[in-house]
């Protein structure tokens, strides 16, 4: 069991270094492995900044809290337009929406927390980062998935490769 865990592994995880007569099409294939193995790190990283985003906008809000009642404008499942108006009569817009909008609806009428010093920084009552972390986590499994797929493909092309090589060269050396 331990022995095909191992024999996996080297087929699947790249080498970041070329084997002694290593071909052409060996060089490209595990360069190719590398760049999936790179993309799909680099989407890990940006769900974890996500996560991070979602976390220092909460804190931002909390350091400098306000609530009003807002009216739904918009909804959308990634992004609701709302328009509320703080304490001190000035209404507001906005631009990037508001945090957190699933299950809005147009015309419903909520409560919002909002960073005074910056009201655009706006999400909805009683919601924070932690509603980011289940698709910020999808995210990341379905690249890592995605990327084993194609991790898989090319050690089978590999293989294809390495099969139709072998018995060219054990031709050889028996014509010679």
Known sequence: MLR???AAWQILVPHLYGEPGESRSARILRRV???IVAAACLVTLQSVLLVLGAWRNDNQI???LGVAEANVLD????????????????????EL???????LEDGMRIYVEYDV??????????RDASLAIIPAGSIAVVGWIVA???LGATALIQRRINSTQEPTSSSSQLSS
């Open 117 to 126: 010093n910056n009201p655009d920084l706006v999400r909805v009552r009683d």
């Open 97 to 103: 929406g508001v945090l957190y909008p699933s299950e």
């Open 75 to 94: 909804a959308g499942q990634r992004r609701s337009t709302i328009e509320f108006v703080t304490p001190d009569r000035v209404t507001y817009r906005p």
């Open 33 to 35: 492995r590398i760049g």
């Open 148 to 150: 084993g797929a194609a």
């Open 4 to 6: 095909r865990l191992t």
């Open 62 to 64: 909390e350091d400098h």
